[in-house]
């Protein structure tokens, strides 16, 4: 069965640091996703994207997170100049044709120290 | 704006017993319900789902979920759980007619004891 990927698993990285979080989705799925999950909160969405470009963004990401389709397969998430309460799990998700219905990653645990 | 309350962050039980987690949502329009596990160290995995038809939804592994319009609930339940239902679960609203974002409840963290 077709899997969302993520990599890392885990990273830690120094405040004021640019991070990359990377995630393969789903082949042939059209529309990507990136979540954060501080530890003991609610799944918070960040961004989505359709058609090479941003379609929705909440107030959390703001102009230190970019996201980029690069090759075709890979959905990036980057954070220029990390700060502490950046420290969450991030989690990438697809979404094909079935609106609503999101195929989600394992994750990668991001540590700022 | 859509929101969604899990009551309960924490729900200990005993194997085989019955269980049900509480999901409420407020919405001004119709939404789309979704209930999501996550088990340790691991995304989040979709359980079952809420579009249309039938209140009553049922996942592969013994969970339902019912829709409730006029208590805009999804309460998820299981007559007898086992050791490895033991994750957490979100549960999950989209309003439709939307962008299709879900937003997530806080998470009830299902513990079944042997």
């Known amino acids: 069965e077709p899997e969302v990927t993520q990599t890392p698993s885990h990273q830690v990285t120094q405040m004021g640091q640019e991070v990359i979080l990377r995630c393969v989705p789903i082949?042939?799925?059209?529309?990507f996703y990136w979540y954060r999950q501080i530890l003991g909160q609610k799944v918070e969405f960040l961004v989505s994207?359709?058609?090479?470009?941003?379609?929705?963004k909440s107030e959390i990401f703001d102009d230190q997170f970019s996201v980029e389709r690069p090759d075709g397969s890979n959905f990036t998430l980057k954070i220029r100049s990390t700060k502490l309460e950046d420290s969450a799990m991030y989690f990438c998700?697809?979404?094909?044709?079935?609106?609503?219905?999101?195929?989600f990653g394992p994750g990668t645990r991001l540590t700022v120290t | 704006a859509q929101s969604v309350t899990q009551l309960d962050s924490q729900v200990p039980v005993f194997e085989e017993a019955p269980v049900e987690l509480r999901c409420n949502y407020s919405s001004s329009v119709s939404v789309y319900l979704f209930w999501y596990v996550q088990y340790p160290n691991q995304g989040l995995q979709l359980l079952l789902k809420?579009?249309?038809?039938?209140?009553l939804v049922e996942s592969i592994n013994g969970f339902e979920a019912e829709f409730n319009k006029s208590q805009t609930s999804f309460h998820l339940r299981k007559p007898s759980v086992h050791i490895s239902d033991t994750a957490e679960y979100f549960c999950a609203v989209i309003a439709s007619g939307g962008s299709y974002i879900p937003t997530f409840g806080r998470g009830t963290s299902l513990i079944v004891h042997p």
């Open positions: 994207f359709y058609n090479n470009e941003i379609s929705e």
């Open positions: 809420y579009l249309s038809g039938s209140t």
């Open positions: 998700a697809s979404q094909g044709q079935e609106r609503g219905e999101q195929y």
């Open positions: 082949s042939n799925h059209l529309y």
